[in-house]
């Protein structure tokens, strides 16, 4: 069935770092692919997705590009902010269906 | 406030009792969704809605778990004879639209600890 898989966490980073969050999926069809964040005590709430093979989705600084020749969709962030500590999960959605599947997250922590 | 909303936010019981949650999506949302999520896991999807029709179900979802939405509003989820497996987070979200690539929004979740 598809699946998703992200890098383990922790990913601890330094305020204005590079951050690279790896994600890989497996899927028949076209799925979409999404990148949701649960900051501490908050619910999860979408960062971007993308719906198509190249399509780019970006939010608050955060990009992610639709690779379907590697199955992947890599959250990146020019420069981290202590704001940006929380769990990130890579999630799709199955090509003429409604269900998520969602990765196991990965948290990062960002240090002043 | 226009958002999702989950009740309880949280919920401690002993083995082998019901309980049961509440989701009120958006209100112009047609689809509603479960997902359970446990530490350190991504959700699970459990079950969907479109309007009041329970489309699809999840494995995980054994003969003790029911979820209605009997006018297409909102929504329950009942646990019957709870497990402490049972245990986690319980998630909603709601949806509008006609494409799987629409965005679910997600509600903050009822915290299930099963003793």
């Known amino acids: 069935g598809d699946s998703v898989t992200q890098m383990e966490g922790p990913v601890t980073l330094s305020e204005e770092a590079f951050l690279t969050i790896n994600c890989t999926y497996t899927?028949?069809?076209?799925?979409?692919l999404f990148w949701y964040v649960q900051y501490p005590g908050e619910g999860l709430q979408l960062l971007l997705k993308?719906?198509?093979?190249?399509d780019k989705g970006s939010n608050k600084g955060f990009e992610a590009t639709y690779r379907k020749e590697t199955t992947s969709f890599h959250l990146e962030k020019g420069s981290v902010q202590v704001s940006d500590s929380a769990v990130y999960f890579c999630?799709?959605?199955?090509?003429?269906?409604?269900?998520?599947?969602f990765g196991a997250g990965t948290r990062l922590f960002v240090k002043a | 406030d226009t958002g999702v909303s989950q009740n309880p936010r949280h919920k401690i019981t002993k083995r082998g009792q019901n309980v049961t949650f509440r989701c009120d999506p958006i209100?112009?949302?047609?689809?509603l969704y479960w997902y359970r999520q446990t530490l350190g896991q991504g959700p699970e999807f459990l079950t969907y809605f479109q309007n009041e029709a329970q489309l699809e179900k999840s494995r995980l979802l054994s003969d003790r778990f029911s979820a209605e939405r009997p006018k297409g509003s909102f929504s329950t989820l009942e646990i019957q004879r709870t497990e402490q497996g049972d245990s986690a987070m319980y998630l909603c979200?709601?949806?509008?639209?006609?494409?799987?690539?629409?965005?679910?929004?997600f509600g903050p979740g009822t915290r299930l600890l099963v003793l």
């Open positions: 899927a028949t069809g076209y799925p979409s």
């Open positions: 979200a709601s949806s509008s639209g006609t494409s799987y690539q629409e965005t679910q929004y």
């Open positions: 999630a799709l959605s199955e090509a003429g269906g409604f269900k998520t599947i």
């Open positions: 993308a719906t198509k093979a190249d």
């Open positions: 209100s112009e949302h047609n689809r």
